[in-house]
């Protein structure tokens, strides 16, 4: 089945016309496989996607090194007097000397948490959950991409061939202006007949300018979603071939529930929250840590060494309720995020039902708009032949023009909709790229 970005019939629209290009020198011609290589390589949205996929993994060890022991070491060197308080009796005297010396000290400190119930598991958890929560916007970021380079490319080639209808239209306009010009030189119309093609002429031409300034302007929109401020001259392609998805109502709702990035996002989000609940909650038991310590200290070489261990029971007793309000906030966020979830799953039930009738209706359109173009074309046949034998009027041949010029454009404009529809329905699914390699599919040509 030919895919529905493919706009141009070959007996319609013609493939590339020197309207649509003149203001290109040699345009280069860019497939949809190219526009969306281009853009993962060069949009910046996937890189910050893809740093913040690693700051979560570097998150990760950050948790686990509670697990180690910290080691530190100091040197000082002091120069200080020997002064000390007051002599006993009256009246009080201060002995000041103005003697001073050296003290050199040199220390290594090392300290473990032995136990903390909890707390460092919950937090090693949490940013895995983040973690997780990361690649998935990674992904989510790379299909939204897809998207949007898919609904621009599809504009620009709906402009492009808005324009050949254009140019069809001009030509339609021109025959009519020359027959109308003949049979008024030859007495058999008015000036009118003239005056009328000469007008329908000059706003098809003005419909041509149109048509190509949105063209430009669409343009710029596929630059952006590539992430390229492009300089060269360059023509979108219609995609040649592709399959045109079998709807299944359940069948594509189950793959969204399935696939979907935000949806295991949420998810993963709300497991991290649920660890910011047992870290929490693990804050209202003690912790164990060890301390111990090696010095080397004197006031003149060598140094004398000195070493000391201890440990220490931390007891929260009272600090306020704060460990009682931290838990009841993640809590509370933990239950929001799992509303969020459900909302979200509810949304993409919606979207993709919606898509479905979205490709359904636009389908229908497009089978419509084929046969009202060749029913305009042929009823502007009937209406030119007339109007030369002279039993026709020229009103009678430009609303058989305009006509066949809306039906042509009726037909382009419902085509890229269903093109851009069936590209946001493989979006809500979370199938626009491989599921398995987040890559371009291999079918796309």
């Known amino acids: 089945m030919d895919f529905p970005g493919a706009l141009a019939d070959a007996e319609d629209l013609p493939e590339s016309t020197s309207g649509a290009s003149a203001s290109f020198d040699r345009p280069f011609r860019l497939t949809l496989r190219a ?3 281009i853009a993962l390589r060069s949009y910046p949205g996937i890189g910050a996607a893809q740093q913040g996929v690693l700051a979560s993994k570097a998150g990760i060890g950050v948790a686990q090194s509670q697990y180690y022991p910290t080691l530190s070491g100091a040197t000082t060197y002091t120069r200080e007097t020997g002064n000390f308080g007051p002599q006993p009796g009256f009246p009080f005297t201060i002995p000041e000397s103005p003697v001073s010396f050296d003290f050199y000290q040199a220390q290594l400190t090392l300290s473990e ?22 690649r998935s916007q990674h992904r989510q970021t790379l299909q939204d991409t897809v998207l949007n ?58 419909s041509r300018v149109t048509d190509k300034n949105q063209e430009r302007i669409d343009r710029l929109g596929l630059d952006r979603a590539m992430g390229v401020v492009a300089h060269a001259s360059y023509r979108v392609v219609a995609p ?10 359940d069948r594509d709702v189950a793959l969204a529930l399935s696939h979907r990035p935000d949806l295991k996002t949420l998810t993963e989000q709300a497991l991290a929250q649920k660890q910011v609940v047992k870290f929490n909650q693990a804050q ?24 000391s261990v201890g440990t220490t029971l931390t007891i929260p007793i009272f600090n306020g309720f704060q460990f009682v309000h931290q838990t009841q906030m993640a809590r509370a966020q933990m239950r929001q995020m799992i509303f969020q979830r459900e909302d979200k799953r509810q949304q993409a039930i919606v979207e993709v039902r ?21 029913q305009a074309r042929q009823n502007l046949y009937l209406a030119e032949n007339q109007f030369r034998v002279g039993t026709g009027t020229s009103v009678a041949v430009t609303q058989s023009e305009r006509d066949l010029a809306s039906a042509r454009s009726n037909l382009v404009r419902d085509r890229a909709d269903l093109s851009i529809a069936i590209a946001q329905l493989r979006h809500d699914q979370g199938i626009n790229l491989d599921p398995g390699t987040h890559r371009i599919p291999r079918d796309l040509p």
């Open 284 to 307: 209202f038991f003690p912790t164990v840590q060890t301390v111990g310590a090696y010095s080397l200290d004197s006031e003149f070489f060598p140094l004398v060494y000195n070493w």
């Open 354 to 374: 919606s898509d479905i009738l979205n490709i359904k209706t636009y389908r229908q359109k497009v089978a419509a708009d084929r046969e009202i173009v060749a």
């Open 240 to 249: 040649s071939h592709l399959s045109s998805p079998h709807l299944d109502p």
């Open 35 to 37: 526009a969306l290589g």
């Open 149 to 206: 380079v898919e609904k621009a490319f599809f504009l620009v080639l709906k402009d492009q061939n808005l324009v050949a209808v254009d140019e069809l239209t001009i030509a339609d306009y021109r025959i009519q202006e020359e027959v109308a010009r003949v049979r008024y030189k030859d007495g058999v119309a008015t000036s009118y007949d003239v005056l009328n093609a000469r007008v329908n002429l000059s706003n098809a031409r003005l």
């Open 113 to 134: 948490t032995l136990f903390s119930f909890g707390r460092r598991r919950s937090q090693v958890s949490q940013n895995r959950h983040l973690y997780n929560a990361s």
